[in-house]
């Protein structure tokens, strides 16, 4: 037997307020938007993995400065009038900075964008040792 999906007619105050709210919120936040990022390390290297489907690897901007990679792009959409009944994907200018914790190789990092996902890989560095003078 098909499930059957019922519309309850109880409402608060408080539900038409977030109803209101999500119509309207996408219209009043910034067009900035950050994208879901997954940040760990293993033995040798740091990984930061930015889940952004529909772009080419060349629509990236990654940037190392001071301890932080900065990622910036653009995910552009299809330009055609549309009434939305649920739009959850973002488009539009992004941009995501993450603290590195520990010294890197930058010469040796890469990254890659496949299926969705831009992985940055950072090899770590060892710290040069300072012989202090006794």
């Known amino acids: ?23 309207v919120s996408w219209q009043v936040t910034s067009s900035l938007w950050s994208p879901p990022t997954d940040v760990y390390e293993t033995e040798d290297k740091y990984i930061v993995r930015i889940e952004v489907a529909g772009m080419h690897e060349s629509d990236f ?18 330009p055609e009038k549309r009434g939305y009944q649920q739009m959850e994907i973002h488009f539009g200018k ?12 930058l010469e040796r990092s890469q990254a890659e964008y496949q299926d969705g996902f831009l992985m940055i890989s950072m090899p770590k560095s060892k710290p040069t040792e300072v012989q202090i003078e006794e």
């Not at 190392?64 to 792009?73: E, I, Q």
């Open 94 to 105: 992004f941009t995501t900075s993450i603290g590195i914790p520990g010294a890197i190789d």
């Open 1 to 23: 037997m098909p499930t059957v999906i019922r519309r309850t007619e109880t409402v608060t105050m408080t539900d038409k307020r977030g109803d209101v709210f999500n119509a």
């Open 61 to 78: 901007e990654v940037t190392f400065d001071k301890g932080n990679l900065v990622v910036r792009g653009v995910r552009t959409d299809i």
